[in-house]
């Protein structure tokens, strides 16, 4: 049970959240009981790889699952309202008013047949019934300058194509911050862009979130980018969070088998030899028919036979925050408090 001080200290709560696809082939459960919690000012990292879950877990927050997606159960906490009870009207008011989404390609993202200046105001005019659009186009120039998009006056009238793919994305950003949300969900946002304006656009958004005090959820596959920016981390595999913890600790000290294999296979620029590359052996989980037992059992080098049987349940393993749902682990703690 939640207390009234845990309600009052974090800003969005998900509790056993489950989503599924409904197929012809079958029931596909992308996310399958994932549970953390965010504080304000906080910046929380979701890393696995492509189809582990963390875009439709985001998509659930916002209410835009399409198509056969469906939440069928579990609680998002967002200020101490559920908002998967939230009617569509409900929804429209919180989307880019107080939660905001920035998405993974700017290139396609924006709508090629309205300038970048209509498409910032269209934000601010839907939740501003009374703004003038005068107010609103100084408002989407200031925005732009903000996000450090040069000579905004001329460039809020150009169209999305006359932008490079870094002023994409800090249009896209500009265009997620311009009603001050409270919560920012950023979904692989500089995938589509060179190192070196990805590292502009984490800078940008460190910045801005030190600026202004809200809370971002930031989803990758880069463990790098997660180290850069990132207060704490969820480790997604398979639908599950497997490891969760601060920065230091799940970089410094992994306990989930599969944390430490995206750390091996990540290139490491601190190092003076030159080393292998480790992958992780086998194929991602088929969510048609998920293993009985822990999700990541098939591909883990570590596997016990209780593995395969029985899943994992979330322990505390040291630091107060820092939770992992394995069985070794847990074989583990219980041969030291047997020796004590």
């Known amino acids: 049970m939640r207390n009234e001080a845990q309600q009052e200290k974090n800003l969005i709560e998900v509790e056993d959240l489950r989503v599924s696809f409904f197929t012809p082939a079958g029931e ?19 890393v696995g790889e492509s189809g582990s879950g ?58 090629p047949v309205y300038t970048v200046g209509d498409q910032l105001m269209e934000a601010l005019l839907c939740h501003n019934k ?40 800090r249009a896209m950003i500009a265009m997620g911050l311009i009603c001050h949300p409270k919560l920012l969900i950023a979904d692989e946002p500089t995938t589509a862009l060179d190192v070196t304006t990805q590292e502009q656009i984490l800078r940008l958004m460190k910045s801005l979130q030190e600026r202004t005090g809200m809370s971002i959820i930031f989803i990758t596959h880069n463990l790098g980018v997660v180290a850069e920016i ?39 620029l601190d190092k003076l030899t030159k080393e292998r590359l480790i992958p992780i052996d086998g194929t991602p989980v088929d969510l048609l028919d998920p293993p009985k037992g822990c ?28 939770i992992s749902a394995c069985w070794r682990h847990i074989a583990q703690m219980r041969k030291e408090a047997e020796r004590a």
């Open 54 to 111: 963390k875009s439709v877990e985001a998509y659930s927050i916002m209410g835009l699952l399409q198509g056969s997606g469906k939440v069928i159960g579990g609680s998002i906490r967002f200020e101490g309202e559920d908002i998967l009870k939230y009617s569509k009207d409900q929804m429209f008011d919180l989307r880019g008013s107080k939660i905001s989404m920035i998405f993974q390609n700017p290139m396609t993202c924006m709508n």
């Open 295 to 322: 999700c990541f059992a098939p591909r883990c080098k570590e596997c016990m036979k209780v593995c395969l049987q029985q899943r994992p349940p979330m322990v505390n393993v040291g630091d107060a925050d820092h």
């Open 130 to 169: 009374g703004m003038k659009r005068e107010e609103a186009r100084k408002r989407a120039i200031e925005m732009l300058q903000l996000v450090g998009i040069n000579n905004a006056e001329k460039r809020v009238d150009q169209y999305p194509h006359e932008f490079s793919g870094g002023m994409r994305q």
């Open 28 to 46: 596909v459960k992308a996310v399958d009981g994932i549970s953390y919690s965010l504080k304000n000012n906080e910046i929380m990292g979701i």
């Open 230 to 268: 990132c207060d704490r981390v969820s480790v997604m595999y398979a639908g599950h969070i497997v490891e969760q913890g601060g920065v230091e600790e799940i970089f410094y000290n992994p306990v989930h088998p599969y944390t430490k294999g995206l750390l091996a296979s990540m290139p490491r």
